[in-house]
């Protein structure tokens, strides 16, 4: 990718100098042209890298004489209008992005917005889209900010969907949640700073379409049902009490793996009987290594639900002699415990299953599938289970789970029945079956 090198001269006077490496390939040597002013030679930069890092044809040396607003006719696809002066005082989006992540009150902590600069410069800096009139525009990241349209923004979103990545050694086009995430996550809160600082009218992302996020819907196989969980429970604290107690609290609380390694003593009020999801574990590349974040993986990822009692005194006797900002599931020789060392742990829990008889290939993250399901088919409202599980929203909770619950469906149905006949509709009463499940949970815990 080109860039700007200012310069000064003997008398003071400032140069930019913009270099490049032929083709982008540094094998083949470097090229460079020096502009008198730095309004020209971001607009050169972004000609050299529309031409795919090549001298675009059309400039004389050291672009003497040719302003913005004054191309060439063999120049193509103009980023930029205005006059040098006017374009000299318009950032570029990647200048604002700039601005943007480093408010001193920006709420994303220096890793986010280091994920944040990485996105931005893999999938919009260097991007060159084509709008719908056949214009070619960009390298996106060199574009002045008011030239950032909708139209643009539009283009964009159909740039990306016709891009693809490696999956396994297969190429594979990017999903429409990852579009969201990198126009939600950076180019409209980038765009919407500007409008604020007054750089622009408004954020042209407002009405920019998106394609449709599909949610991948959970199948009845993919859930262990209640007779198997107590087996599961059982089978886990065979093999160790860290792994009996962990599986435990995901039956109990639904929470994702990195939000249960997460959880330190001060995020447990047992007397109130309350668990807070005040954070994640993740993983930063560089240095690539294991941290605890103080945000999850949605907004709504930070919450406070109630714990059943049933995982009270686990919860207590792991709290014990531990400090306020202890961990309460860590490795093996202490830190924090990686999804990797967890697999190994599992691996003998599933192990012993196979050879109790019990073939349900059920994982620690279908624990979570079964509180939501047995939750929602006890008729607990879908809002108060998408809170529980920390969803975006609620319609993201139906769509992975509402097809699984037609007990709830049926006696919706029943109750209609009642009514309109004049009847009280009785209450459900639970079988001997899930009497004797709810039971076998509560032994499986070691007293």
């Known amino acids: 990718m080109a860039s700007i090198e200012p310069r000064k001269g003997v008398k003071g006077r400032m140069s930019y100098r913009v270099v490049w490496y032929i083709d982008g390939k540094r094998e083949n040597g470097r090229d460079s042209e020096t502009c008198d002013l730095h309004a020209i030679a971001k607009h050169f930069k972004n000609l050299v890298e529309l031409a795919e890092e090549n001298r675009p044809a059309g400039y004389p040396k050291r672009c003497r004489g040719i302003c913005i607003d004054q191309r060439p006719e063999t120049e193509p696809a103009p980023t930029g209008r205005g006059r040098c002066e ?7 989006l990647g200048e604002v992005l700039d601005r943007y992540l480093n408010q001193p009150n920006h709420p994303a902590e220096e890793v986010q917005r280091i994920g944040y600069r990485r996105q931005f410069d893999r999938h919009v800096r260097t991007a060159i889209v084509t709008l719908e009139d056949g214009t070619r525009v960009g390298p996106l990241g060199g574009l002045p900010v008011t030239e950032y349209t909708a139209d643009v923004d539009q283009a964009w979103v159909t740039w990306m969907q016709g891009r693809t990545h490696q999956v396994k050694g297969e190429l594979v086009p990017y999903s429409a949640k990852t579009i969201h995430n990198i126009h939600g996550g950076i180019i409209s809160p980038t765009l919407a700073y500007a409008s604020v600082k007054g ?7 407002d009405s920019v379409r998106l394609p449709e996020k599909s949610v991948r819907a959970v199948t009845r196989d993919e859930v262990p049902t ?5 087996y599961w429970i059982a089978l886990a604290y065979q093999v160790s009490e860290f792994a009996g107690d962990l599986v435990t609290l995901a039956i109990a609380t639904g929470l994702r793996f990195g939000e249960l390694t997460a959880l330190r003593r001060c995020d447990i009020d047992l007397k109130r009987r309350l668990l807070t999801v005040a954070g994640a574990i993740k993983e930063r590349r560089e240095p690539r290594e294991l941290y605890r974040a103080n945000y999850g993986k949605t907004d709504t990822a930070l919450r406070t639900i109630r714990i ?4 009270l005194f686990m919860l207590q006797r792991r709290m014990e002699d531990l400090p306020p900002q202890g961990l309460l599931f860590t490795a093996p020789r202490g830190g924090i415990l990686h999804s990797n060392g967890w697999s190994r742990t599992w691996t003998k829990v599933v192990d012993l299953a196979q050879e109790s008889g019990v073939i349900t290939a059920a994982t ?3 624990m979570r599938h079964f509180h939501a399901t047995e939750l929602l ?4 409202s879908m809002d108060t289970v998408s809170r529980r599980l920390g969803h975006a929203s609620v319609l993201v909770t139906s769509a992975i789970y509402g097809h699984l619950t037609p007990e709830a469906d049926q006696r919706a ?3 209609l029945d009642a009514v309109m006949g004049g009847r009280q509709p009785k209450k459900r009463k639970k079988t001997k079956k899930e009497k004797k499940a709810v039971a076998n949970l509560l032994h499986a815990i070691p007293a």
């Open 377 to 380: 088919a006890a008729n607990v």
């Open 199 to 205: 750089l622009i009218d408004a954020n042209p992302c």
């Open 308 to 311: 059943p009692k049933s995982a």
């Open 226 to 230: 209640a007779e198997e969980i107590a």
């Open 364 to 366: 620690l993250h279908k």
């Open 413 to 415: 149905a029943n109750i």
């Open 86 to 92: 006017q374009s000299a005082d318009v950032p570029t």
